[in-house]
C-alpha cells in the first residue's frame, strides 16, 4: 500500500470515527472505557425500564413507561448487533409478562403492548443493521490503519499531544507495541513547530527529514500530514527511509566497484548505442585497439575495427542478438587504430534499459593471440607425441634387436619424409660401431665405422645431436643435401646413432630436430635392452655348453664312484668274512692283530655306507613308504652277534624308507664303539598318537652336557681317541629330520651323565586304515 493510500484510507477512518461518536475528540484509547459504559448503561437503562413498567402499571399508567425500553435495546443492538433482536426479545418478554399481570382480561392495553413488541423488534432490527455496517467499516478501517505500511500517528494541534500511533509508527521509532507515548508532537518531530503554519494552510507532502526515536537516534523519514476534517486532530504518515538510503549508498558502491572492475579487467568492453555507434569503452578495450583515451574510439562505427574479411561474420553476430537470442561469440580478426590486426574473441550481449534503448549492445573483446600459439604448440607437440609414439610401439613390437633397427629407421623415414637413413650401435666400451640397418640408402655403407673415421669425426660428438644443412657441399660426392646424426644414449654413453638424410630437402624444423632428439631417447632403453639381450643369450649358449659338458663330467664321477665304493665294498665284505673266520681260528696271541684287521674294514665299510648315504640325501625328497622297525632293528642286531643288545617294545610301522637302517646302524655302533666290549645297549620302541618314540641307550661312558647341544653338527666327536671322521650322528639327523621328526641326546639314568648316554629320536607313525 503506498503512502496516499494509507493516508485516504486513515482520514477516512477518522473521519468516520469523529461522525460516529458525535464530537471530534474521541481517540481510540477510550475504546475499552466507552464499551465498559455502554454495557453497564444497558444493564442500568434495562432495570429502570423493568422498574418504572412495574410502577406505572401498579397505578395504572399504561401509556409513558413503554418508551424507556427503547433506550436499552438500542444501546444492546448498537454494542452487540447479532444479539440486538434477541436481546430486544427477552425485554418484551418481560414487559408483556408484567402487563399480563398487571391488566389480565384488559384486551385492548394486551393489543397495545404486543403493537409496542413490534415496534420493539423494529428498532432493534434496524438498529442492530446499522450497528453492524457500521462496526464493519470501523474494523476494515481500524485494520488499515494497524496494517499499513506506513507509520501513523494522529495528535492534537491544539494541545500538541500525540493521541494514536501504529503498529510500524512504533516499531519505527522503538516504541513498544500498543504503548501510547505520552509525548508533544516536538519530542519525536523536532520541526513541527517551524511547520505548523504550513499544516494550517493545506498540509505537507513527501518531507524528507528525521523524527527522534525512543533511544534517541535518528530516524530518516518521508513524511506527509494534514489536519483532519473539523481541524480538531491531526494525522501525520511516515515511511522510513534508511534502507532507501543505504540502497542508495549500496548502489554508488557498485557503480564504482563496477567502473572500477571494468577498467581492471583485461576483458575489453564496447557499449554501442541504438545507431550502432560506439558509446562507452573499458580502458582494456582502449589498450587493445592502441588508443590513448576513450575519446579515441567513441563515436566510432565498430565495423571499422573489424577486419574487412570478418565483417560479414560479426554483422550476423549482432542480428542474433538484437534478436533476443543468448549471447553470441565468436572468433575473429580485429584492427588496432594504426591498423594492425589481432585474432580476438568476440561476444555480443543486448542490453535494453528500456524501450528506448533496445538497440543497445555490450561488446566483449578478448585478445587470443597467446592461445592461438598455445593451440600450435598443442598440435605440434601431439604431432610430435604421435610420431614418437608411433615409432616406439614399431620398436615395441619387433623381434631382436636387429628388427628394431629396421622397423624404427623405416617409421622415422615414412613419418618425418626423409629420404634415406641408416643405425650404428656401439657396444659399451668399444670405438667401433657396426651399421645394423639401412634404408633407401643407394650407394653402400660401411659396416664398421671407427670414430677417428674423416667422415665421421666432426658428427660422431657423445651425447650430441648434429644437424648438417650443408652436407653435400661441406661432403662433394655425396647426393644428400641435408643430414642428422641422433645419439642413442647409453647406460655409459651413446649406444649408436641414428642418421636420417633428404636429398631434396633444405632444411630440417625445430620441431622435427625435438621429434627425432626425443625418438633417440625413447629408442635408448629398447637398444640396451635388446644388446643385453644378446649378450645374454650368448652367456646363455656358452654356459649351456659348459653345463653340458660339466653334467656329462658329473656323470662319469658318478660312474667312477659307483665302481669305486661297489667293488671296495665288496673287496671289505671278502676281507670281513675271511679274517672273522681266521680270528676263530687262530691262537689267542694272533688274535689281536687280526681283531684290528678287522676293525680297520669294519671302519672302511662304515666309511663308504657313510658316504653313500649322503649321495642319496642330495639327490632330492624322500619318497616315504610303512617300513616295520621289527626287522630293521633284527638286521642291525644280527650284524653285531657278539654285542649284547636288547630290544622292548612294540612292533612299530613308520613312514620312512630304506635308509632308515642306516639310523640304527650309526647309533648302535657308535654305542659298541665307544662303550667298549662289556657295554650293554637298549633299544625301546613307543607308540604315540602320531609319531613313534625310539630310545638307543648304553652303559658307556655317557655324554658330557656341553656336548649334547652340538652333537649332532657335522665333525663333532667330543673328547673320545676312537677312530672317526664324526659323521655318524651327522647322518642320523639329516636322515630322522628328513623324515618329519627330530632327535635329541640324553643321560640313560637323568642328572647322572657318566651312566651312559641315551639318543631319542621320533619318526612318523603309519596309522592303519581303520585309524
Not at 535518528?218 to 540502497?247: F, I, W, Y
Not at 632403453?525 to 656329462?552: F, P, T
Amino acid at each position: 500500500m503506498t503512502e496516499s493510500d494509507s493516508w485516504g484510507f486513515i482520514t477516512v477512518y477518522i473521519d468516520f470515527q469523529c461522525v460516529k461518536e458525535g464530537h471530534p475528540e474521541h481517540h481510540f484509547s477510550d475504546a475499552f472505557t466507552k464499551e465498559s459504559l455502554i454495557d453497564f448503561s444497558i444493564a442500568a437503562s434495562a432495570l429502570v425500564a423493568f422498574g418504572a413498567t412495574t410502577y406505572c402499571l401498579s397505578t395504572g399508567i399504561f401509556i409513558v413507561f413503554s418508551h424507556l425500553f427503547y433506550i436499552p435495546i438500542v444501546l444492546a443492538a448498537y454494542r452487540y448487533p447479532e444479539r440486538g433482536v434477541a436481546f430486544a426479545g427477552a425485554l418484551a418478554v418481560g414487559y408483556f409478562a408484567e402487563v399480563l399481570y398487571f391488566s389480565p382480561g384488559d384486551w385492548a392495553e394486551i393489543a397495545n403492548a404486543l403493537l409496542r413488541i413490534a415496534i420493539f423488534f423494529v428498532v432493534a432490527i434496524v438498529v442492530s443493521n446499522l450497528s453492524s455496517r457500521l462496526q464493519a467499516r470501523e474494523s476494515r478501517y481500524r485494520g488499515i490503519f494497524e496494517t499499513s505500511g506506513a507509520g501513523i500517528f494522529l495528535f492534537s494541534p491544539g494541545t500538541g499531544k500525540i493521541a494514536e500511533m501504529n503498529r510500524e509508527c512504533s516499531a519505527m521509532l522503538g516504541y513498544p507495541e500498543g504503548e501510547v507515548p505520552s509525548l508533544e508532537v516536538p519530542a519525536i518531530w523536532p520541526g513541527y513547530p517551524g511547520l505548523a503554519g504550513s499544516l494550517d494552510e493545506g498540509g505537507i507532502e513527501g518531507l524528507d527529514c528525521n523524527l527522534v526515536g525512543r533511544d534517541g537516534t535518528p530516524c530518516p523519514v518521508l513524511l506527509s500530514a494534514s489536519l483532519l476534517p473539523g481541524r480538531q486532530e491531526g494525522c501525520v504518515a511516515v515511511t522510513g527511509t534508511a534502507e532507501l538510503k543505504r540502497m542508495e549508498s549500496r548502489l554508488r558502491r557498485s557503480e564504482e566497484m563496477l567502473r572500477v572492475i571494468l577498467d581492471t579487467t583485461d576483458v575489453g568492453i564496447l557499449l554501442t548505442g541504438s545507431g550502432g555507434e560506439v558509446v562507452e569503452a573499458n580502458a582494456a578495450a582502449i589498450r587493445l585497439f592502441g588508443g590513448a583515451g576513450r575519446e579515441d574510439l567513441i563515436g566510432l562505427n565498430p565495423y571499422d575495427l573489424v577486419a574487412a574479411r570478418d565483417r560479414e561474420a560479426v554483422r550476423a553476430y549482432r542480428g542474433r542478438a538484437l534478436s533476443g537470442e543468448a549471447p553470441a561469440s565468436g572468433e575473429c580478426t580485429l584492427c588496432r587504430l594504426d591498423g594492425a590486426e589481432w585474432p580476438a574473441e568476440v561476444t555480443i550481449t543486448r542490453f535494453a534499459q528500456d524501450r528506448a534503448a533496445l538497440g543497445r549492445l555490450v561488446v566483449s573483446l578478448r585478445d587470443i593471440t597467446k592461445r592461438r600459439r598455445a593451440e600450435e604448440a598443442i598440435r605440434e607437440e601431439n604431432q610430435h607425441l604421435s610420431v614418437v609414439n608411433e615409432v616406439v610401439a614399431a620398436a615395441a613390437a619387433s623381434h631382436g634387436l636387429e628388427d628394431l633397427c629396421r622397423v624404427s629407421l623405416a617409421r622415422i623415414l615414412t613419418l618425418l619424409g626423409f629420404d634415406h637413413g641408416a643405425v650404428y650401435l656401439v657396444r659399451p666400451g668399444d670405438d667401433t660401431a657396426f651399421l645394423r640397418a639401412q634404408e633407401g640408402v643407394g650407394e653402400a655403407l660401411p659396416p664398421v665405422v671407427r670414430r677417428e673415421d674423416p667422415l665421421y669425426q666432426n658428427i660422431l660428438q657423445a651425447g650430441a645431436m648434429q644437424c648438417i644443412e650443408d652436407f653435400s657441399t661441406r661432403y662433394p660426392g655425396s647426393r644428400v643435401r641435408v643430414l642428422v646424426v641422433v645419439p642413442i644414449p647409453g647406460d655409459g654413453g651413446p649406444a649408436g646413432w641414428i642418421g636420417v638424410g633428404s636429398r631434396v630437402r633444405g632444411t630440417i624444423t625445430r620441431s622435427e630436430r625435438a621429434v627425432l632428439l626425443d625418438i633417440g631417447k625413447e629408442l635408448g632403453n629398447a637398444v640396451v635392452k635388446g644388446m643385453l639381450q644378446e649378450d645374454l643369450e650368448a652367456a646363455l649358449a656358452s654356459a649351456n655348453r659348459y653345463l653340458e659338458e660339466a653334467n656329462a663330467a658329473a656323470a662319469e664321477a658318478n660312474l667312477y664312484m659307483d665302481i669305486l665304493t661297489h667293488d671296495i665294498n665288496n673287496a671289505n665284505t671278502i676281507a670281513m668274512g675271511y679274517l672273522q673266520m681266521h680270528l676263530e681260528s687262530v691262537a689267542e696271541s694272533d688274535g689281536a692283530l687280526v681283531g684290528k684287521s678287522l676293525a680297520a674294514v669294519y671302519q672302511s665299510s662304515e666309511i663308504i655306507r657313510n658316504v653313500l648315504t649322503l649321495r642319496r640325501l642330495k639327490t632330492g625328497p624322500a619318497e616315504l613308504r610303512p617300513v616295520r622297525l621289527e626287522p630293521v632293528i633284527r638286521g642291525i642286531c644280527s650284524y653285531h652277534a657278539d654285542a649284547r643288545i636288547a630290544c622292548n617294545g612294540a612292533d612299530a610301522t613308520v613312514l620312512a624308507d630304506d635308509l632308515v637302517s642306516e639310523v640304527f646302524a650309526n647309533l648302535i655302533g657308535n654305542a659298541i664303539k665307544f662303550g667298549g666290549p662289556t657295554v650293554e645297549i637298549t633299544v625301546g620302541v613307543r607308540e604315540e598318537a602320531d609319531t613313534v618314540s625310539v630310545t638307543v641307550a648304553d652303559t658307556g661312558p655317557g655324554i658330557p652336557d656341553d656336548l649334547k647341544p652340538r652333537l649332532f653338527e657335522r665333525n663333532q666327536r667330543g673328547a673320545t681317541k676312537k677312530s672317526g671322521k664324526g659323521l655318524g650322528l651327522y647322518i642320523v639327523r639329516m636322515l630322522v629330520e628328513r623324515y618329519g621328526g627330530s632327535v635329541c641326546a640324553g643321560d640313560r639314568i637323568p642328572g647322572h651323565p657318566g651312566e651312559g648316554a641315551a639318543i631319542t629320536f621320533t619318526l612318523p607313525r603309519c596309522l592303519p586304515a581303520t585309524e
